[in-house]
């Protein structure tokens, strides 16, 4: 069969957060670009996984001209609540940083910014096989796949990896040049959505003897939870009365409802550097992974993206290569001080091991002085809500 060949500026390999976010900041800049997407569109659009966004990600939303149903439908909060030793203590995220974070799952993101991608008219292609990246090396690297079968070829300037954990852009980085930095922890999370009022106005972090939770929400009627469990746990060993009897001892209380999905999170910390090879930008997951404790999984890839929007826009626009040649060296900058504190959340709330019984001590002496100190919680605080933009 016949190869169709094209030719774009920006190819774009993956339409999560990160490429989808790309492809609009790029448009709005007069960039052209191509989005390649293995999966349907309904599956991106129900893909349920990440929840909070840093204000500075709500900014940069809105700054992309995404954030129309967000402002309508986000859940704003002013604070988070930690539970130890059987009582909760609240942490004023506002009173400590002045900002907030706002609750707004990853896949309404996603549906948005689909809606505005196919609004303008520029090719985001779904189902594309075999997806191959080539000549990254050099200033004509090309992309192939199948589309329905038929061999396409595409031309590009640049080729943004936005592929996630388990696609081909961080493969196609000769492995002599890269260099992984990685943990892995003992535990996984299952998580649930129910239909049940959130049984906290805000977020609850619970550490408990028999393992971490977290109460969260997607509106005032659909519960968000999660429970650490078995990093391989098969889920036929948790029916729902576990499932709730477990929520209920390690938050205290919980609203029961009709669990409407179950699934289980792998808990990594992962980084990729560097985050570029010749014409090749690695952006989100395709370059790193933290575990969800910290929140920080979406919004690390719009920071990502946020530094590869204006390198790009300055290279097309100015032809001036600066910015591309820093853009590894900035984004890591960041991403180092997210894994650092999403490592931190994790260890604090964590059940390590049944033998240990030095680490729970230190656990309780570190949440206790957190509670009591304000120059804790205003450190607590200020990553949470998001540190400042390089760029
Ligand atoms: P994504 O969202 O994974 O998007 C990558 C896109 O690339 C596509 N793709 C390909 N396309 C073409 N050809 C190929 N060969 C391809 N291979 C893959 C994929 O189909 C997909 O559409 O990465 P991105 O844009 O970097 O966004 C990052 C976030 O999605 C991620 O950091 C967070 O969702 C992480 N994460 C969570 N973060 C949190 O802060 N809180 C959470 O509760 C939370 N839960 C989760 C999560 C990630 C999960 N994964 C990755 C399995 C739960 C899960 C299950
Ligand atoms: C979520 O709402 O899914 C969520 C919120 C906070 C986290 C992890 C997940 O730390």
């Not at 995220?93 to 900002?99: I, P």
Request: proline fraction near 5%; include cysteine.
């Amino acid at each position: 069969m016949r190869t169709q060949v094209g030719r774009t500026q920006v190819g774009i390999v993956g339409a999560g957060p990160a490429g989808l976010l790309l492809a609009q900041m790029l448009n709005r800049e007069g960039i052209d670009s191509v989005v390649l997407e293995a999966r349907s569109r309904s599956h991106i659009e129900s893909r349920i996984r990440a929840g909070l966004l840093e204000q500075g990600s709500v900014d940069t939303l809105a700054e992309a001209g995404l954030d129309a149903r967000l402002r309508r439908e986000g859940l704003p909060h002013d604070g988070l609540a930690l539970r130890f030793a059987g009582a909760s203590h609240r942490i004023d995220l506002q009173a400590l940083t002045g900002r907030r974070v706002t609750i707004y799952g990853q896949q309404e993101v996603v549906k948005d910014m689909v809606a505005a991608r196919l609004a303008t008219g520029r090719p985001l292609h779904f189902g594309a096989e075999e997806v191959a990246l080539h000549d990254i090396a050099t200033d004509r690297p090309r992309l192939t796949w199948k589309q329905e079968g038929v061999p396409q070829e595409l031309h590009c300037d640049v080729i943004a990896g936005c592929d996630g954990f388990h696609g081909p852009s961080r493969e196609a980085m000769p492995p002599e040049i890269l260099r992984i930095y990685e943990r892995t922890y003992p535990f996984a999370w299952l998580g649930i959505l129910a239909e049940a009022p959130p049984v906290s106005p805000e977020l609850l972090y619970a550490r408990h003897e028999e393992g971490f939770a977290l109460a969260t929400m997607r509106s005032q009627h659909l519960s968000r939870l999660y429970l650490q469990c078995a990093p391989e746990e098969n889920l036929a060993l948790w029916p729902e009365e576990r499932i709730w009897q477990a929520l209920g001892t390690r938050l205290g209380a919980v609203n029961r409802g009709r669990i409407v999905q179950k699934g289980l999170t792998a808990m990594r910390s992962y980084v990729a550097e560097p985050m570029r090879h010749g014409r090749l930008f690695l952006a989100g997951d395709a370059a790193h992974i933290v575990p969800p404790t910290g929140a920080k999984g979406m919004n690390l890839a719009i920071a990502d993206v946020r530094v590869l929007a204006a390198a790009l826009t300055s290279f097309f626009r100015q032809g001036d290569q600066g910015l591309m040649d820093r853009y590894s060296a900035i984004c890591l900058q960041r991403i180092w001080k997210v894994q650092r504190f999403s490592w931190w959340m994790t260890a604090l709330l964590h059940r390590f091991s049944e033998e240990d019984a030095f680490e729970p001590r230190v656990q309780l002496a570190e949440l206790d002085y957190l509670v009591h100190s304000e120059a804790a919680r205003t450190a607590l605080a200020e990553q949470y809500v998001g540190l400042p933009y390089d760029i």
